[in-house]
């Protein structure tokens, strides 16, 4: 149950990489670009709000780990505070906040698309692994010196 959390933290990761671009838009002269980089922080928290719920679907009914929801929750909570101290003019706090912010969401969004141990078989890979393992033992229990690394010697030779 990955793909959902996989989608919306790619989303949101890509929403607050453009904060950077348009706060430099507006840096560099382009005065339309502050109404945008605003809006797009409200559009931002609720790209993250929305990976925190399909986060929640990692762990269930996914059967990950609990810690994607939370950490998109304290992000969500970073964003709320950059938006503050945003209003606030406060760019000694807002620029380094954003840097950290962005580089939070690229972690997670990194983390999403990384391979996981079990959870990327497909459900037929699944259920002969067990077969497999029943089969070991029995294949091992015909020849019980080779299986302990001794080689086994030949009926036909003599000794």
Same mark, same amino acid.
Request: glycine share 8%.
């Given at each position: #149950?990955?793909?959902?959390?996989?989608?919306? #933290?790619?989303?949101? !990761?890509? #929403?607050?990489?453009?904060?950077?671009?348009?706060?430099?838009?507006?840096?560099?002269?382009?005065?339309?670009?502050?109404?945008?980089?605003? $809006?797009?922080?409200?559009?931002?928290?609720?790209?993250?709000?929305?990976?925190?719920? /399909?986060?929640?679907?990692?762990?269930?009914?996914?059967?990950?780990?609990?810690?994607?929801?939370?950490?998109?929750?304290?992000?969500?909570?970073?964003? $709320?505070?950059?938006?503050?101290?945003?209003?606030?003019? #406060? *760019?000694?706090?807002?620029?380094?906040?954003?840097?950290?912010?962005?580089?939070?969401?690229?972690? *997670? !969004?990194?983390?999403?698309?990384?391979?996981?141990?079990?959870?990327?078989?497909?459900?037929? +890979?699944?259920?002969?692994?067990?077969?497999?393992?029943? +089969?070991?033992? /029995? +294949?091992?229990?015909?020849?019980?010196?080779?299986? /302990?690394?001794?080689?086994? +010697?030949?009926?036909?030779? /003599?000794?």
């Amino acid at each position: #149950m990955r793909w959902p959390f996989r989608v919306a #933290m790619s989303t949101a !990761a890509v #929403m607050l990489f453009d904060q950077a671009v348009f706060a430099g838009q507006f840096l560099a002269g382009t005065f339309g670009a502050l109404p945008t980089h605003r $809006a797009n922080a409200t559009y931002s928290g609720i790209a993250v709000l929305v990976a925190a719920a /399909a986060g929640v679907l990692v762990r269930w009914p996914g059967r990950g780990p609990l810690w994607p929801a939370l950490a998109c929750l304290g992000l969500f909570g970073l964003i $709320a505070l950059q938006i503050v101290v945003g209003f606030a003019r #406060m *760019l000694t706090v807002h620029v380094p906040l954003g840097v950290s912010i962005i580089g939070l969401a690229a972690a *997670l !969004a990194v983390w999403s698309w990384r391979p996981t141990e079990n959870a990327e078989r497909r459900p037929a +890979e699944n259920a002969e692994r067990p077969a497999e393992s029943a +089969e070991r033992p /029995a +294949e091992n229990a015909e020849r019980p010196a080779e299986s /302990a690394g001794q080689p086994v +010697e030949s009926a036909g030779r /003599a000794a």
